[in-house]
């Protein structure tokens, strides 16, 4: 069956053309990335035991999930928890299959502390942590029809996912920020950084304005002229990682909100404001590129915690991205492509309804260009089940 492939050319000025640019990345430590996070790590666990003892990943959809903040008594040098943050866990997972019984709300438990304790280290999970699970078994009819059409999947919704390439200049150096301030190599030297990191990017025309809120550790702050210095190195630490991304000129602001005369400053005791009354939802934060990107084509879809076998909101996120990004180192005479695979309930997931491909390219004949990619999509929609793979052992991100 022929797949219904559209390549058209794109009437839009792309976005690293248009004179105003906005883009965003929460962070790992941030509330809704943090919920998002320990989602899709429940969504993996359940997956690799399904596995293990059933050959194939079972049905499980656990995207559901609220994690509602906790108190803290916060001052220079250190402070203490006064009330636990609390996770609830929720969605829909396979219990018991062939006669097993699935300890689902253990792992899914297990999960939640070992992904908090890797992206937030300050957190003292056993003491400081509530965890309820509240995952139940799945609908029969969506059960059902995940069990059928053991070679292709089909589609357990009428949904779409896009993706877009190449990345702007202010897309870069939004990511690269956040990646830079988390990475094993800075928090080594910089302790008193916490993984909450919030970085929104403006650009007009060729002037980048980055506006960073940055969650320090309170135990590595001894008094207001040492968060004062810490917070002047940070800022000029993102501007000098900046100029390895961008040639245009950066400005940084670091916790604008900060009042230092009256010492009200973003300091917490773990690293991040969900110990202090912020709340975080799944589908809050970013796309499965790692970016929320209002002026380019997204999804609402929730990625995380989505089953990665016939899920499209998931699956065709993370696929269209990772082929736009192919396609985009491939063919570098093509300025601007972004992908849309549109699903079909109950329709085999290699089939989409459509797939809707723009292309911007002002070098290159655009007919052989049409003929390249088309091809490409087509070939990877033909082995799409192996994206499933991918995405359980993390080789494709979703936060």
């Known amino acids: 069956m ?47 035991v399904y596995i293990e003892e059933f050959g194939k990943v079972l049905h499980h959809n656990v995207d ?128 008193e950084v916490g993984p909450d990191i919030k970085v929104m990017g403006l650009r007009e025309k060729d002037k980048i304005k980055l506006t960073v809120a940055c969650a320090f550790i309170s135990k590595h702050v001894k008094d207001i002229d040492s968060y004062v210095k810490l917070k002047e190195r940070v800022t000029e630490d993102i501007a000098k990682a900046s100029k390895k991304v961008t040639d245009m000129e950066v400005d940084v602001f670091v916790n604008t909100a900060d009042d230092v005369k009256n010492k009200s400053v973003y300091i917490t005791v773990s690293g991040t404001s969900a110990e202090m009354g912020d709340d975080g939802s799944v589908g809050r934060g970013n796309r499965v590129n790692g970016l929320i990107t209002p002026f380019r084509s997204m999804t609402l879809e929730a990625a995380a915690g989505k089953n990665p076998v016939n899920h499209v909101g998931k699956i065709y996120s993370v696929l269209a991205t990772d082929i736009a990004n192919s396609i985009s180192k491939e063919y570098p005479e093509i300025d601007d492509i972004t992908i849309t695979l549109l699903s079909q309930i109950g329709k085999p997931i290699d089939q989409p309804k459509v797939a809707s491909v723009t292309i911007i390219s002002k070098k290159g004949d655009f007919e052989k260009l049409t003929a390249l990619v088309t091809k490409e999509i087509d070939s990877r929609l033909e082995s799409i089940t192996e994206i499933t793979e991918k995405i359980v052992y993390g080789k494709l991100p979703i936060i």
């Open 2 to 48: 022929q797949r219904n492939i559209v390549v058209e050319k794109g009437k839009y000025v792309p976005v690293a053309e248009r004179e105003v640019e906005l883009v965003e990345r929460k962070g790992l430590g941030h509330p809704d990335s943090l919920i998002d996070g320990i989602m899709e790590g429940i969504s993996r666990e359940l997956s690799k």
């Open 64 to 191: 559901k999930g609220q994690r509602c903040g906790g108190g803290t008594k916060v001052e220079f040098g250190g402070g203490f928890f006064t009330k636990p943050i609390f996770v609830l866990l929720s969605g829909r997972a396979t219990m018991e299959a062939e006669g097993k019984k699935i300890p689902v709300h253990h792992i899914a438990q297990t999960a939640t502390h070992n992904y908090l304790e890797k992206t937030v280290p300050e957190l003292d999970v056993r003491n400081d942590l509530e965890v309820d699970s509240r995952i139940s078994a799945g609908s029969p009819d969506l059960v059902e029809l995940f069990l059928r059409g053991p070679k292709i999947p089909y589609a357990n919704d009428t949904s779409f996912g896009t993706g877009f390439a190449p990345l702007s200049d202010l897309e870069k150096v939004v990511l690269t920020t956040e990646k830079y301030l988390n990475s094993p190599g800075y928090k080594k030297s910089h302790p």
